[in-house]
């Protein structure tokens, strides 16, 4: 499986501000996705990203909200911009490391608290 | 759309004790199925995948069998162990876009 990273692994921040979360991945791969999991609560997808092209929103998600870059094949990053409360979560990014398998691999997840 | 249902949580059990957690799910098609398993304080780790009718995923003593005429994936094990508490998740892969769609969690206490 790869081997992938996240950073902040957390963070405190303040209402209104924005935080980039990075996942790096060990290996190229073609479909990396970005998961939200509110406390206590399942995990959800927010968006896939694919180099090169825009990411997909899920129902829900805007990217005015949770911006997106995919640079290359081994690197991600989302952006929490003007945070609430309400956006206190872990969220997590995953990789098709094999590449056309339905099989996710999982970063370690960063743990956002708004204050 | 695609659904996974979980038995509620939190289950608590003695260490050797039979573990079952139910998942059943609903799909278009025929998803691959999984188990994740989300260790205190730590991300989700692939426990075990089937990826047809009647195979059956196994890891760690764990196992479970994809079962399309009743819907489900039960997680079973047969002596469970207190370094097995975690939150357990069932999940399908939707066959159109490539995501995993997540039961609620199960949560597992394993006391000494």
């Known amino acids: 499986s790869a081997v992938i990273s996240q950073k902040p692994s957390r963070d405190i921040c303040q209402r209104g501000t924005s935080l980039t979360i990075q996942c790096q991945v060990d290996?190229?791969?073609?479909?990396m996705f970005w998961y939200r999991q509110q406390p206590g609560q399942s995990l959800t997808l927010i968006a896939t990203?694919?180099?090169?092209?825009?990411?997909?929103?899920e129902s829900g998600f805007v990217i005015d909200k949770f911006p997106i870059s995919r640079p290359n094949l081994t690197f991600s990053t989302l952006t929490v911009s003007n945070m609430s409360p309400e956006d206190s979560s872990i969220y997590l990014c995953?990789?098709?490391?094999?590449?056309?398998?339905?099989?996710?691999?999982f970063g370690p997840g960063t743990r956002l608290t708004v204050l | 759309g695609d659904s996974v249902t979980q038995m509620e949580g939190p289950v608590t059990l003695s260490e050797e004790a039979f573990l079952t957690i139910n998942c059943t799910y609903t799909?278009?098609?025929?998803?691959?199925l999984f188990w994740y398993v989300q260790y205190p304080g730590e991300g989700l780790q692939l426990l075990l995948k089937?990826?047809?009718?009647?195979d059956k995923g196994s890891n760690k003593g764990f196992e479970a069998t994809y079962r399309k005429e009743t819907t489900s994936f039960h997680l079973e094990k047969g002596s469970v162990q207190v370094s097995d508490s975690a939150v357990y998740f069932c999940?399908?892969?939707?066959?159109?876009?490539?995501?995993?769609?997540f039961g609620q969690g199960t949560e597992l206490s394993v006391k000494p």
């Open positions: 990203a694919n180099q090169g092209s825009e990411a997909t929103y």
């Open positions: 089937a990826t047809k009718a009647d």
């Open positions: 799909a278009t098609g025929y998803p691959s």
């Open positions: 290996s190229q791969v073609t479909m």
């Open positions: 999940a399908l892969s939707d066959i159109r876009g490539g995501k995993l769609i």
């Open positions: 995953s990789v098709d490391h094999q590449g056309g398998t339905d099989t996710q691999y």
